[in-house]
């Protein structure tokens, strides 16, 4: 079996299970946030239970629309603090938390082996911890409040081997859209992804995150890679309890794929993603003459520490472009803090970028930073769609953090080699 | 369980987003998620869906967020059933969970157009075409998803499992 399928097997206590059963899983961790926890709680309170099943194994964040952006707003987080105090279930409120996906796994919320549940499309990321960790809708989170159960069906996976050394500047965000360009944006609907190769146990826990959040850009269930010494390195000191052995989470050498992916990415470039699909990708330097009003550095695909520096290495010493506004938006309190120590926010401020405190933001055009039509952004998020970001007649631009950066400086996407060694 | 309805069609890959747009997200009553249904593609929509159709989608329909409101809209817009080459796996158990009939059809893109009036009947697997005097197969959904869009949703059918455990 593949790793995917063992958590499946220990979560539904069965020995083994093959892709295309379905399983009655028992799940150890489920997520709702301020968009999706609200219809959850209406929905659990339809059901007609008193308590939640395990209030240790809920979590509740607040962070697409924080802090609350309008009146309506601010009605739902009340409702949401109101019930996790009545439920006596952990809420990270304004200032407390960050970025759900960053969160999670940044407070101990996430274990290697667990099955975890998230009333968001992108949890999938912490299968970069070694999870089967997927995305569900608001009523079925609201069954799982009230069952700690539920059905799912055994993926087929798609393996993806990685090898060779990123260069300079190019990054995991430029790999993953680089693999959604290839594999098109249904290209692994329903199935289960899993990043493995030197070039996956040579990467940072960041850019493990970066990978497995955006594989439901291409339809996964799943993304995940085995946990390692990396992973033991970031959990350990943040998990309250001690860590499972690691060893029964790798896949067999006989495990099954419906397909191998072999990729080498030495020859890799930076990569954007252009409107209105995540697989119309092209490399950033045949993009030069698309011009840029807003530039935005975050989100839960690229937020982190990791990411800043880099955004900052390049800002440094140098001055955005008139016309082009600059958002810089940590994923979490944590990660804002470090950058605040690092001097980042300084590099930040000084080049004429707009640091704000962490949510979701722009994003999901739900918040700050909306577009208007006509106005084009360059994104370290992960989706272009019409209208995701404001305006259904602007356009967004996906890319690495460095390319972003280097974007911000001359006003239209660049590929971010091409500033090197010029500083102005 | 049999539907009927006119369909009304769209292309491959519609994403949640163009199904209700992130800023509606703040809305909780159905009915006024439901003004705003498809109006990133065609704000003419809820007008058209008002007497009851079927959704019929290509390839990877509902892809992107988990948002349950994009279902939802759909529902009480007046969508009675979506039926799609492929589905985005949250937005296929999403409409599941909310008791709006959802199924996969191979071939349904090519073989129905907007306007035909469409019969489904999800147990036996069936779609007629009245308009084009055809009929295709859709994909049977397990006994245990049947029983829940039968109760109207997953919540009605955990109520009504818990009540008679
Ligand atoms: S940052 Fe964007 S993609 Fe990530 S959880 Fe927030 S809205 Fe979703």
């Not at chain 2, 109006?39 to 509902?62: C, H, M, Q, S, Y």
Request: aromatic letters at 6%.
């Amino acid at each position: 079996m593949n790793i995917t399928e063992k958590i499946l097997a220990k979560a539904s206590n069965k020995s083994v299970v093959r892709p295309g059963e379905i399983v009655d899983a028992n799940v150890d961790m489920v997520m709702v946030h301020d968009l999706t926890g609200p219809l959850a709680i209406e929905a659990f309170k339809r059901i007609g239970v008193n308590r939640v099943w395990d209030k240790q194994k809920i979590v509740i964040i607040l962070d697409h629309q924080v802090p609350a952006e309008s009146v309506k707003a601010a009605e739902l987080h009340k409702m949401l603090r109101a019930f996790a105090r009545e439920q006596k279930i952990r809420i990270y409120d304004v200032g407390r938390g960050g970025i759900c996906h960053q969160v999670m796994p940044e407070k101990g919320h996430v274990l290697p082996g667990t099955v975890i549940l998230g009333a968001d499309s992108h949890t999938c990321t912490y299968g970069a911890f070694g999870a089967f960790a997927t995305g569900i809708g608001s009523t079925e989170a609201a069954a799982v409040f009230a069952t700690g159960k539920i059905w799912l069906k055994v993926p087929e996976a798609i393996k993806i081997n990685v090898t060779g050394q990123f260069q300079k500047y190019v990054a995991p965000k430029d790999l993953i859209l680089h693999i959604i360009g290839l594999l098109s944006v249904d290209g692994a609907t329903y199935k289960s992804v899993e990043f493995a190769g030197p070039t996956i146990r040579a990467m940072s826990i960041a850019g493990r995150m970066t990978l497995c959040n955006m594989t439901v850009e291409m339809g996964a269930k799943n993304g995940i890679i085995e946990p390692d010494e990396t992973t033991r390195k970031f959990l350990e000191g943040r998990v309250s309890k001690p860590l499972p052995p690691f060893e029964p989470l790798k896949s067999d050498a006989d495990a099954e794929y419906e397909k191998v992916v072999d990729i080498d990415v030495s020859d890799l470039t930076p990569q954007v993603a252009c409107p209105p699909s995540v697989d119309n990708v092209k490399p950033a330097s045949e993009m030069s003459n698309v011009q840029v009003d807003q530039a935005f550095i975050g989100s839960c695909t690229n937020g982190r520490i990791e990411d800043l520096r880099v955004a900052a290495e390049i800002l440094k010493g140098r001055k955005i472009k008139e016309g082009v506004r600059t958002l810089v938006i940590p994923a979490s309190q944590e990660v804002y803090l470090q950058a605040l120590h690092e001097g980042l926010i300084e590099i930040f401020t000084e080049a004429g970028a707009m640091v704000c405190g962490s949510t979701c933001g722009p994003c999901l055009g739900g918040h700050i930073g909306l577009l208007a039509a006509g106005e084009t952004c360059v994104s370290t998020s992960n989706r272009n769609f019409i209208g995701r970001m404001g305006s259904t007649e602007a356009k967004v631009y996906l890319a690495s953090p460095a390319t972003v950066a280097a974007s911000a400086i001359t006003g239209r996407i660049t590929d971010p080699r091409e500033l090197e060694g010029n500083k102005a | 369980m049999k539907v009927t309805g006119k369909a009304v069609k769209f292309e491959n890959n519609i994403d949640t987003d163009v199904i209700l747009p992130g800023k509606y997200l703040v809305l909780t009553d159905p009915r006024e998620l439901a003004k705003h249904a498809m109006e990133g593609l065609d704000p003419a929509f809820p007008e058209k869906a008002k007497t009851g159709v079927i959704v019929i989608g290509g390839r990877n329909f509902g892809c992107g967020s988990s948002r349950e409101q994009a279902p939802l809209a759909l529902k009480y817009a007046g969508v009675r059933c979506v039926l799609a080459e492929s589905f985005a796996r949250i937005f296929f158990r999403n409409a599941i969970n909310i008791g709006l009939p959802i199924s996969e059809c191979k071939g349904i893109a090519s073989n129905v157009e907007d306007g035909d009036e469409l019969v489904v009947d999800l147990e036996a697997g069936i779609v007629e075409n009245l308009t084009k005097k055809r009929s295709l197969q859709v994909t049977k959904l397990p006994p245990f998803i049947l029983e829940i869009l039968a109760d109207g949703g997953l919540i009605e059918n955990l109520r009504r499992r818990l009540k008679t455990k």
